[in-house]
């Protein structure tokens, strides 16, 4: 699962969870209604953290791809100085990079 399919999940639930908490709010006084309300109360605010922390992944992820990118640059500087180029230059961190992008992390952020 990717991160756009994972955000609107996350914006879709809320508005599921209101669109119950309305249902029953009608019936106010009775205790289904006083549970309903709780659960889903308690379930919205959970979300929401969700939602938070989903977007503290995306912020983490996209900095450890820019680290990653800054250590491809020094592995190129390193193959220049060394006269290193085609198949005799080092790509392991270009490697990690490639595999990075292609992971399911990247499709977090």
Known sequence: MDGKTLQLELTSFPKRLKQL??????????????????????AYTQLGHAQDSLENLAIELARAEKHITALVKSERSFNAKRKKNGEE?????????????????????
């Open 21 to 42: 908490r309305d249902q029953y709010s009608d019936q106010a006084d009775s205790a289904r209604y006083v549970e309903v309300e709780d659960k889903a109360r308690r």
């Open 89 to 109: 230059e080092l790509t392991t961190c270009h490697m990690v990079l490639r595999d990075f992008s292609a992971s399911n992390l990247s499709k977090l952020k």
